[in-house]
């Protein structure tokens, strides 16, 4: 980790805090304090896109842990945060849990099923686990619906009563900000260590080269399912989140197109990196936002009878292009750009040409 | 009687499946790529016979030729702007690259035509009902089993009795040695991508002439087809074929029989515990790593 000139790591905490130096203190805390304070300035259709990316961001930094740390390629991340949503609203609904203790039940039961779709990975590796957890995206959605209709409420949109915290009713979007975000940070930090600790580090071996890793003594079956299990936990969080973020949860939310997209986010943020997971998201979110504002005044320019399914068709178009632009282009992501732009500020005046 | 003709319909079905998967396999065996993008590559086909014969009234074998020279020009340029500059990079890479691919595909077919599902006026194929002896198949069904078997025909001899298909299989075994052997890998790679893309247009069409075309739901169709690649094994082509018709088989069956949302996601379970039992599949080659 970079400090500043001047800086000694004289003692063993010194050296492995992430938040050292005083200036690092102040950007911290006045960071948390921005965020805090964001409900205050920002109108309900803005909290409405933060949460949303706040709950992104934490499914998207289980998906990091799995395919960008561990090399294991998910398509199923969306299918187990619907896991999580549903759990959540059947442990509110059917059991009467209050949210914050029915959150961790989701997690826990979202964090199992995904160990068991990762199963398979201790024989196959690269696409034919693509393929597996493919196969849970469609097995998902068919249980939601079909095995007990009468508790999930089949395809039917359930609707749940508004969570509480410490008596206060979560009933606003910027009230439901506070605890999103809260969990937000937390992950990012979490997350954050476990890249550095021996978990992470076994993680990235294998992902370099999982029969190296091995050879070193790695349990690399152990591993992966870890990797499973902390991306589905995080999605299974998520997905609880969502379930009290909407107020209301539907099968048809939790598709392979979203799943994509989570794997799009970490491609574009930059595979492995935490912050790029973050970048990422804010990117991906942003662009529906802009496309969604903009693109009637783009149909405008046509006739009309394209007009409607140009609406449509934007948004696929310009997500398949972005992703496949950085992946020919910049295939580090957006995570290295930041890391050049941070050099080059750095050694200002003296910094190379970008 | 009912097991019968459930097994039938199956049979007739996996052929179209079969059709798909081959084209999976092809891909795979000479550049590994495993494709994604496939019910995209189907679905555009479909579109493009639909415009030549519905919105062009061309006659049909002009717009079968017309359908044949977009499909050519689509796996083309498929293989030249997107997999050409992602040669031989990571796994992650390809497959995220092909899901690209089958985002672009769609966003283009919802905006060229719209999102609603579209049918075939007037089918392409004759629909009358062959009967034998209780068994009803579907007359199109059988048309498209019989062009789908003619496929695999003249498939297999390009690749047993043509140059081009001998420098095809060398290709898949070997890039760098065949490239020694003076083989064009990057000519071989354009012509795989122009065949998936054929036999994915043929799928289209026989799939909208059945059931009819659109942007959204046909894609998830092909999708069927991974399990049948997986069955049979990713590398043989034999394999695709009689995972394609085993695939269909037991989706008819098990709907046909059980419940037919069960039958929806069969193919799902049988892939799930093939890769939990036997990831090589039936004819699938047992891969040796080194360090």
Not at chain 1, 224 to 250: D, E, P, R
Request: aromatic share 12%; with cysteine; glycine share 10%.
């Amino acid at each position: 980790m970079w400090r500043p000139c001047g800086t000694f790591d004289d003692t063993y905490e010194k050296n492995i805090s992430i938040v050292r130096t005083p200036a690092q203190w102040i950007l911290t805390l006045a960071s948390l304090v921005a965020l805090a304070l964001v409900p205050q300035f920002a109108s309900g259709r803005v909290i409405v896109t933060v949460n949303l990316i706040g709950i992104s961001i934490i499914s998207a930094q289980g998906l990091n842990v799995l395919t960008g740390m561990t090399g294991q390629i998910s398509l199923g991340q969306a299918a187990f945060m619907g896991v999580g949503a549903f759990i959540q609203m059947m442990l509110m609904n059917h059991l009467g849990f209050p949210f914050w203790l029915a959150l961790p039940f989701a997690m826990l039961f979202t964090g199992l099923m995904g160990v068991f779709f990762g199963l398979p990975s201790l024989r196959i590796k690269g696409f034919y686990l693509a393929m597996a957890t493919l196969a849970a995206q469609f097995l998902v959605p068919w249980m939601i619906i079909h095995i007990r209709p009468d508790i999930t409420g089949g395809t039917n949109t359930i609707t749940i009563k508004p969570a509480s915290l410490f008596g206060m009713v979560l009933s606003s979007q910027s009230r439901i900000y506070y605890v999103i975000m809260f969990c937000t940070v937390v992950v990012i930090y979490l997350m954050r260590n476990l890249a550095r600790c021996k978990i992470g580090r076994a993680f990235i071996a294998i992902r370099d080269n999982d029969l190296a890793a091995e050879v070193m003594g790695l349990e690399i079956f152990r591993y992966k399912l870890l990797s499973f299990f902390i991306c589905s936990l995080l999605a299974g969080l998520a997905g609880g989140l969502w379930t009290i973020w909407m107020g209301s949860v539907n099968v048809d939310i939790f598709t392979l197109e979203e799943s994509v997209w989570y794997l799009g986010m970490i491609i574009v943020g930059g595979l492995g990196s935490v912050p790029g997971a973050v970048f990422g998201v804010i990117f991906i979110r942003l662009l529906y936002l802009f496309i969604i504002i903009w693109a009637p005044t783009v149909s405008g320019f046509f006739p009309t009878v394209f007009a409607a399914s140009i609406e449509k068709g934007l948004h696929p178009l310009l997500f398949g292009l972005i992703i496949l632009l950085f992946l020919i282009y910049e295939p580090r992501g957006m995570s290295h750009r930041w890391e050049i732009v941070k050099n080059w500020y750095r050694s200002w005046p003296f910094s190379p040409g970008v | 009687m009912l097991t019968l003709q459930f097994f039938t319909t199956g049979l007739l079905v996996g052929g179209i499946y079969a059709l798909i998967a081959v084209g999976i396999v092809l891909v795979y065996k000479a550049t590994r790529i495993f494709n994604f993008a496939v019910g995209e590559l189907l679905a555009l086909g479909g579109f493009f016979c639909y415009t030549f014969f519905v919105l062009f009234h061309f006659p049909l074998w002009l717009s079968a030729l017309g359908t044949l020279i977009m499909a050519v020009i689509t796996g083309s340029l498929v293989e030249r702007l997107v997999l050409r500059p992602l040669l031989s990079q990571s796994i992650l890479t390809i497959i995220m690259a092909t899901l690209a691919l089958s985002c672009i595909l769609r966003g283009l077919m919802l905006i060229f035509w719209t999102g609603y599902s579209l049918s075939f006026p007037e089918p392409l194929l004759p629909r009358k009902p062959f009967i034998v002896r209780d068994i009803v198949m579907p007359q199109e069904m059988m048309w498209g089993f019989i062009i789908a078997m003619i496929a695999f025909i003249v498939l297999a001899y390009f690749f047993l009795k043509t140059r081009t298909g001998l420098r095809m299989r060398s290709v898949s075994e070997d890039h760098e040695l065949s490239m020694a052997c003076g083989v064009n890998i990057t000519r071989i790679f354009a012509l795989t991508w122009i065949f998936a893309a054929v036999l994915g247009t043929l799928g289209g069409v026989l799939l909208g002439n059945r059931i009819g075309l659109s942007a959204v739901l046909t894609p998830p169709i092909a999708l069927k087809a991974f399990p049948a690649v997986l069955f049979g094994g990713v590398e043989s082509i034999s394999g695709a074929i009689l995972g394609g018709l085993i695939t269909g088989i037991i989706e008819n069956l098990v709907g046909g029989l059980i419940d037919p949302s069960l039958g929806e996601i069969s193919p799902y379970v049988i892939l799930l515990l093939v890769l939990i039992l036997r990831p090589t599949g039936l004819f699938g080659l047992k891969r040796v790593e080194r360090i």
